[in-house]
């Protein structure tokens, strides 16, 4: 039996893992940052050398454009820091909604496990781009709430858009955590006569607990990655400014590469560390358990 | 089993079937087997016993060139292993092998596994490697198996399929490379049976073992190897009665 | 046909909900249109990203160094980016450096936003692919080769029956994934125009202000989509399935 190597059943866990949880796990290594900065250096390069000389050059115009990029006019949150709350916002609604609809996926009434389980599977399937587009359009630009009214301005509306599919993709990583765990756990404490919610809370949640956060952050590290997709919207994160910084310098073809490539590289930069520091949690959580 | 059409290079069965001169091998700085001769007549089975790391495997690769040497001779049929020029097919024709981990290929069924090498390396009629697989199907007593997958047989069973699958390239030698040592201890009996039935039918087979009982019933010679030598041969009856070798007699005061 | 027309001309002028593609013959051969594109988008992408994947796992077990330290730059690119901002890095800065040639009057690229979109999504889900046939082939033992080549298989051969049918099965979990993903990436060729499904339900709820009707179809297209694609790859990777190993 033990011809087909532990490997192969290896990769199939993790095939198996990545599918419950809905996406890759970023598994970066220290040398992958070394790649990107010689990727980006070498273009930069590249670019710069080709350059008409009585013009700016690429590097001092993304150096006079880095500062809108990163976070629009002085004073103001967009460009790259619009951005990152998209991605905070979603990821805390996207988890409060997530959690609660995987503990619905689990309840014993057959019609909200079934409820639950159908919104989740909808969501999960449907392309982001889709959904983003739906809540945009659909969802009202204020709403009334007794006499007060709250505008909602259009980045809200792409934090609500994005929190869909990462309470969709939240939700089966919970279930499939508490689902994880061996049945007699469910069993002695019945035998000890906890209660359900007792059992959960106090018994099966807390086990689970560890195992979700590293497949949590993945899905941070996901969502960073997916908030250009606003700029569609017309969302003035960093795509949208970078686009607008390169027309601003007379859509100049030896500046796109040294641009675009540097919103490549901002985004890396952000994700990087935190999915090192993912990776070395799961290993720990790995020792000990 | 040996047909008339392989005696190339001059070679006779009176003469040593296998015979192995002056074998050194090392990996890296690590010398493995340090000049070790050895031969086999047809029809000769040998077992090959000593402690782990002895070497014992190594030797039945080298017969087999999945291990290249050094330096020594190893000729089976009086076909040079250690030829830079040796046609490896030519070789493998000749030779069986039967691994400790079976390595059979887990996605095709048992008598698949016997009978894909004779039709894909020998290029032999489908329905005639069929009729053979079948024989040797029976000849393993797996019949009714056939159609199973390596994963739903048992060790034993694997095993039997292994073997089968070797002798379906009908080869003049087969080596065995401690078949039993992965196997529970009910399965390990049915295999051996198997093998005790080879021997008896006259193949030439060399055996690299754990099962000193085994080795005494159906060995016509024992080699007993350590650090990479042989320390001592001898036909059962005089080499486990009287082992001379202080290193030989410890082993066997271990194992017995 | 005509019956199907007419129940939603009739639910148009009833309940209000304008799903205009099933009784406008315009708008229903853009629908059409829109319908083939995004299936020859995918099945574009599916292939080209395979072929990048085969292409890769080769040459990241090639002997010279730079190939295969090139081959690791270019998985982890691809992997950790965003795949939209890779979208159009491909179309504006690639695209701007590849010819054109003369269409009658206006330059015409070679490659179009079609083009483009599916080598991008292509080297996209293709880096992926690169790690999972990677892993797949180095999952066969080296004993399973060792058997084959006692068996007088050549290293060609026990490539051919043995390491490739082996590794090809340990992939398929790993693989569907990818695939699944890929066909919901797609999408993202509405940021350079491709006419796929998604950029021309845009373009189809701005000239008839039907946007809840559909977003509708919108979502049944995909899901089910997705839906069909799963079932598939289910359906394949049980028949696939090496019996006896889990």
């Not at chain 3, 797609?186 to 796929?196: C, K």
């Amino acid at each position: 039996m033990d011809v087909l190597l532990p490997i192969a059943r290896q990769q199939k866990a993790q095939a198996m893992t990545e599918r419950l949880e809905g996406t890759f796990r970023l598994n970066l290594q220290p040398h992958h940052a070394i790649w990107m900065l010689l990727i980006f250096v070498f273009t930069v390069g590249a670019a710069q050398a080709q350059a008409p000389r009585e013009l700016i050059s690429p590097i001092d115009a993304l150096v006079k454009w880095m500062p809108f990029i990163l976070w629009g006019q002085e004073g103001t949150l967009n460009g790259f820091a619009l951005n990152l709350m998209i991605s905070f916002f979603a990821m805390l609604f996207g988890t409060i909604a997530g959690v609660t609809l995987g503990l619905m996926q689990i309840s014993l009434l057959l019609p909200v496990r079934k409820g639950s389980w159908f919104v989740t599977q909808f969501f999960r399937n449907s392309p982001w781009l889709v959904l983003l587009f739906t809540i945009m359009l659909l969802f009202p630009f204020e709403i009334e709430l007794g006499n007060m009214i709250i505008p909602v301005p259009d980045w809200m509306k792409a934090v609500i858009g994005f929190a869909l599919p990462v309470m969709a993709n939240i939700s089966e990583v919970v279930r499939g955590a508490v689902r994880s765990l061996p049945t007699g756990q469910w069993e002695s404490a019945e035998s000890l006569a906890f209660s359900r919610r007792q059992t959960l809370w106090m018994i099966i949640l807390p086990q689970c607990f560890k195992r979700m956060i590293p497949p949590w952050i993945n899905w941070y590290c996901i969502l960073a990655m997916a908030t250009p997709l606003a700029s569609i919207m017309g969302v003035e994160e960093s795509v949208s400014y970078t686009a607008q910084a390169m027309n601003a310098e007379g859509d100049r073809p030896e500046l796109l590469p040294v641009f675009y490539l540097f919103l490549l590289l901002i985004f890396f930069v952000y994700t990087y560390p935190i999915a090192r520091w993912s990776i070395r949690l799961e290993k720990k959580f790995v020792v000990k358990t | 089993m040996a047909s008339p059409g392989k005696k190339a290079n001059g070679w006779t069965p009176k003469q040593p079937m296998v015979s192995i001169k002056d074998l050194h091998k090392s990996f890296g700085d690590l010398e493995v087997l340090k000049g070790v001769s050895l031969e086999v007549m047809k029809g000769e089975c040998i077992c090959i016993i000593g402690p782990s790391g002895s070497g014992k495997s190594t030797l039945i690769r080298c017969v087999n060139a999945l291990n290249d040497i050094q330096k020594g001779s190893i000729k089976v049929e009086g076909l040079e292993v250690n030829d830079p020029n040796l046609d490896k097919l030519e070789l493998r024709k000749k030779v069986g092998m039967v691994f400790q981990q079976y390595n059979l290929f887990p996605h095709k069924t048992a008598i698949e596994n016997i009978m894909m090498a004779p039709i894909t390396v020998l290029k032999q009629d489908k329905d005639e490697v069929a009729k053979h697989a079948k024989s040797l199907v029976r000849k393993v007593r797996l019949e009714g198996k056939e159609d199973s997958y390596p994963g739903e047989l048992s060790g034993g069973q694997q095993q039997r399929v292994a073997i089968a699958r070797a002798l379906a390239m009908n080869p003049d030698v087969m080596l065995f490379d401690e078949v039993t040592a992965a196997l529970d201890p009910e399965t390990v009996k049915e295999v051996l049976v198997t093998i005790q039935e080879l021997a008896e039918e006259g193949m030439t087979c060399i055996l690299v073992t754990h099962e000193m009982g085994f080795a005494k019933e159906v060995a016509d010679h024992i080699y007993f190897t350590d650090r990479g030598v042989i320390v001592e041969h001898g036909p059962p009856k005089t080499f486990f009665k009287k082992a001379k070798d202080p290193r030989t007699k410890e082993f066997l005061s271990q194992i017995l | 046909m005509e019956l199907f027309g007419d129940f939603f001309k009739q639910l148009y002028d009833t309940s209000g909900w304008n799903f205009v593609i099933f009784y406008d013959q315009v708008e229903w051969d853009r629908f059409i249109a829109a319908i083939w594109t995004t299936i020859k988008l995918i099945i574009a992408c599916l292939i080209f990203s395979v072929v990048v994947g085969f292409a890769g796992a080769w040459a990241q077990g090639a002997k010279s160094r730079i190939i295969r330290y090139g081959m690791a730059g270019y998985i982890q690119f691809f992997r950790n980016t965003p795949p939209f901002v890779q979208i159009l890095f491909f179309y504006f800065v690639l695209g701007n450096l590849t010819p054109s040639y003369d269409a009658g009057g206006y330059q015409e690229a070679y490659i179009g936003s079609f083009g483009w979109a599916v080598i991008s999504l292509g080297f996209f889900a293709g880096a992926f692919n690169t790690e999972i046939f990677r892993s797949g082939i180095e999952a066969v033992p080296e004993s399973t080769v060792e058997a084959a080549s006692s068996l007088g298989y050549t290293r060609l051969q026990s490539y051919i029956y043995v390491v490739f049918p082996l590794a090809f099965r340990v992939c398929l979990p790993a693989l569907n994934n990818n695939l699944v993903n890929l066909l919901k990436t797609t999408t993202l060729a509405y940021g350079i125009a491709v006419p796929e499904m998604m950029y021309t339900a845009n373009q189809i709820w701005s000239d008839n202000v039907n946007v809840p009707e559909m977003m509708i179809v919108l979502f049944l297209f995909y899901v089910g989509l997705v839906a069909i694609l799963v079932w598939v790859m289910h359906r394949w990777e049980k028949s696939m399935k090496i019996p006896g190993y889990g």
